[in-house]
């Protein structure tokens, strides 16, 4: 395309007066050294390229067995964090699972769903509750935020690429059971 091409944006010539056509600057496509009309990108948009609900939900299940199969899928009853701390949490981290930057540590996804009661449902808030953001405790968000190898997220955001490209995958459980009941159908 023209912005691909070396050359100036300047005016070749002056508009009128020469007798011979206008032209705005030295690439055009039909000029010698210009660009190539409708020339290749060399470029696929894999995000925009359509799959079948049924080849999705059968990536995701093979995904999630390869793990299994590999000990690199890591339950947890939940994830909600005494403090919102990094320190803390990388420690547990690493000592726990061997996930983070230690020598020999793993990069992980750790998934969880966890949603805040809607208005009027839980007026009174007890120590049962705390906040989220994204779908996650929002101590699990900022104590994870600056964690290196460790990406969070909530479980509608999942996707094969993200799970491949880490080894290991921390669920809590209630993200599991919405994993199940979102691909069970599909």
Do not use: C
Request: glycine fraction near 8%; charged fraction near 25%.
């Amino acid at each position: 395309t023209i912005s691909e091409v070396s050359g100036s944006g300047r005016k070749v010539r002056q508009q009128k007066g020469t007798g011979k056509a206008r032209a705005g600057h030295s690439r055009p496509a039909h000029w010698r050294g210009g660009a190539k009309a409708h020339g290749p990108k060399n470029t696929v948009d894999y995000g925009n390229v359509k799959l079948n609900k049924r080849v999705k939900a059968l990536a995701m299940r093979s995904t999630l067995s390869q793990k299994v199969k590999e000990g690199n899928l890591i339950l947890v009853d939940h994830l909600q964090l005494p403090s919102h701390k990094t320190k803390d949490w990388v420690k547990v981290l690493q000592e726990a699972y061997g996930i983070g930057k230690h020598e020999g540590g793993s990069t992980a996804l750790i998934l969880d769903h966890y949603l805040e009661p809607e208005e009027g449902q839980n007026e009174v808030k007890d120590d049962s509750y705390h906040a989220s953001y994204h779908g996650v405790p929002i101590n699990l968000w900022v104590a994870s935020s600056n964690v290196y190898k460790v990406k969070v997220a909530n479980q509608r955001f999942a996707n094969v690429y993200d799970i491949l490209k880490r080894e290991k995958l921390v669920l809590t459980l209630s993200a599991l059971e919405q994993i199940e009941k979102r691909w069970k159908d599909a």
